[in-house]
């Protein structure tokens, strides 16, 4: 089972600034199928990014997304009040994994 | 534009089976998609519990497979998921989820149900 690890746990910035945030896969992921959702309180997980970088329908520019051999980045380029949520990573390799979760934070 | 609606009872007693049903709208069940289930416990992450075609393919996580069951019903275009000798383990927000037709992601959810395992 490929283990995905998000990092921080948490990240506290303020509106306008950028986001960084990274999930690390304990062994190679399956060509191209990392995806980011965002969870906000109460709500379902919605699709960001999915096959890496490429950007779901209606999701603003500024979210994007990259990778580096085992690690994968969603960038928020500036942050707007509504992206604060939390946001998960996800891989399928024939079966599906959740990284744990990484809050952005209103500082 | 599909829709998904999770529905079933929010108590299960503990060693009971828990069973949930998913409605569609707005496509066929029949489509060219898998679909899944997906549970988050209170405060927790999201774990993928497993996933269906219309044919009857399934698909498990490995730490649940013993214990969960997936099915279609295809005349009334919804999925079910039953989950057997619950605890308070299985306390949970279910949702079931559509897998785009690249097989690598969740692109539509339901906004789910809580499923509360307590005598």
């Known amino acids: 089972e490929i283990v995905l690890t998000q990092s921080p746990g948490t990240l506290s910035l303020s509106p306008g600034e950028r986001a960084t945030l990274s999930c690390r896969a304990s062994q190679s992921v399956t060509s191209r199928s990392l995806a980011w959702y965002q969870q906000k309180p109460g709500q379902a997980p919605r699709l960001l990014i999915y096959g890496v970088s490429s950007r779901a329908t209606g999701i603003p520019d500024r979210f994007s997304g990259s990778e580096s051999g085992t690690d994968f980045t969603l960038t928020i380029s500036r942050l707007e009040p509504e992206d604060f949520a939390v946001y998960y990573c996800q891989q399928y390799d024939g079966s599906r994994t959740f990284g744990q979760g990484t809050k952005v934070e209103i500082k | 534009q599909v829709q998904l609606q999770e529905s079933g009872p929010g108590l299960v007693k503990p060693s009971g089976t828990l069973s949930l049903t998913c409605a569609v709208s707005?496509?066929?069940?029949?489509?060219?998609?898998?679909w899944s289930w997906v549970r988050q416990p209170p405060g927790m992450g999201l774990e993928w519990i497993g996933e269906i075609f219309h044919g009857g393919s399934t698909n498990y996580n490995p730490s649940l497979k013993s214990r969960v069951t997936i099915s279609v019903d295809r005349p009334n275009n919804q999925f079910s998921l039953k989950l057997n000798s619950v605890t308070a383990a299985d306390t949970a927000v279910y949702y079931c989820?559509?897998?785009?037709?690249?097989?690598?992601?969740?692109?539509?959810w339901g906004p789910g149900t809580l499923v509360t395992v307590s005598s």
């Open positions: 707005g496509g066929s069940i029949s489509s060219s998609n898998w």
């Open positions: 989820a559509k897998i785009a037709v690249a097989g690598t992601f969740l692109d539509c």
